[in-house]
């Protein structure tokens, strides 16, 4: 299994005010996301805008711990399970832009529209917005998955392979003992093999390696994308890609959001509209992204309090 010290996009980017890419750079980051499926771009956001952005997602666990249950109030949810090993773990937040001013700044900020304009132009709709959380010592991993399996319903997105990328902003190292991002290399580029199992994305413990072994590969083909705090990581919507438990002593946060070009795609917020960022509407006012019932059930609704399987 690789590392992502190449061919990933390394530049440090240039700064007068925000930062700019160079003619080149863009053309690095274009080639890499075409050729590989994914590229890492360092030092997008600085110390100080991580910083912020920690302490709002810390924030966001803090109060996911303190409902001690899933639940979601319009698009906005809290992903929240009874691990075997912790108990109650925050492993994720949809729409967490919602509750968190810094996050809703970050999905329309001019960089993120630098990185995704010569992809998928100025006109953009967004429709994931996450946090992920690996708590130290719990058993939460994703399985080995393309992205476009969770783009349903399928003719609600047209042109699909060349008009989505996915984005992970890193909030903490991500490294080999915390479950860094495994992807594929390549496999966008492969008609898939097999059917995905459908299960869902989340699962505890080791991730099976039987979806990677329908595909034809195997854990030789694998790259771990090692990132840093400010890094940002995209990758294509075919791209195979999962990540294993956190078997380090630190948490690890990555904040994802999902943009398509608007004209083949009629769900989601509006992140950019002629390179202008879109915030968000009030809470109250529904969007249709995943939930086919967001005009029917907007209020606040809470899942059954979790309970341990016996043994």
Request: charged share 25%; hydrophobic share 35%.
């Amino acid at each position: 299994m690789g590392s992502s010290n190449v061919p990933a996009t390394n530049r440090r980017l240039r700064r007068t005010g925000l930062k700019t890419f160079t003619l080149n750079e863009r053309e690095a980051i274009v080639g890499c996301f075409h050729q590989h499926g994914y590229a890492v771009i360092k030092n997008v956001f600085d110390t100080d805008e991580v910083a912020e952005l920690k302490c709002a997602t810390d924030r966001a666990k803090r109060r996911g711990l303190k409902v001690g249950r899933s639940f979601r109030h319009g698009n906005l949810g809290y992903w929240i399970n009874d691990d075997p090993c912790i108990g109650t773990n925050v492993i994720g937040m949809q729409w967490p832009s919602y509750d968190e001013a810094v996050l809703e700044l970050h999905r329309r900020d001019p960089r993120m529209l630098t990185l995704l304009e010569p992809l998928i132009g100025r006109n953009i709709r967004q429709i994931v917005n996450q946090l992920h959380w690996k708590t130290p010592g719990s058993t939460f991993a994703v399985s080995f998955h393309r992205d476009r399996i969770n783009r349903r319903p399928a003719e609600a997105f047209r042109a699909l392979a060349t008009s989505y990328v996915q984005t992970a902003s890193v909030i903490d190292p991500m490294t080999a003992e915390n479950g860094a991002l495994l992807v594929v290399p390549g496999s966008h580029l492969r008609k898939p093999r097999s059917q995905h199992p459908g299960t869902g994305n989340f699962v505890t413990g080791k991730v099976s390696r039987a979806y990677l072994s329908s595909e034809g590969y195997c854990d030789a083909d694998l790259l771990s994308i090692y990132a840093e705090p400010g890094d940002v990581a995209l990758w294509h919507v075919d791209t195979i890609h999962g990540s294993e438990m956190n078997q380090s002593s630190r948490d690890r946060c990555l904040y994802i959001n999902g943009y398509v070009d608007a004209r083949n795609c009629m769900r989601g917020h509006w992140a950019f509209i002629e390179g202008q960022g879109i915030p968000l509407p009030p809470i109250d006012v529904p969007v249709l992204i995943h939930r086919d019932d967001i005009f029917d059930q907007i209020e606040v609704e809470f899942a059954p309090t979790p309970t341990r399987p016996t043994d």
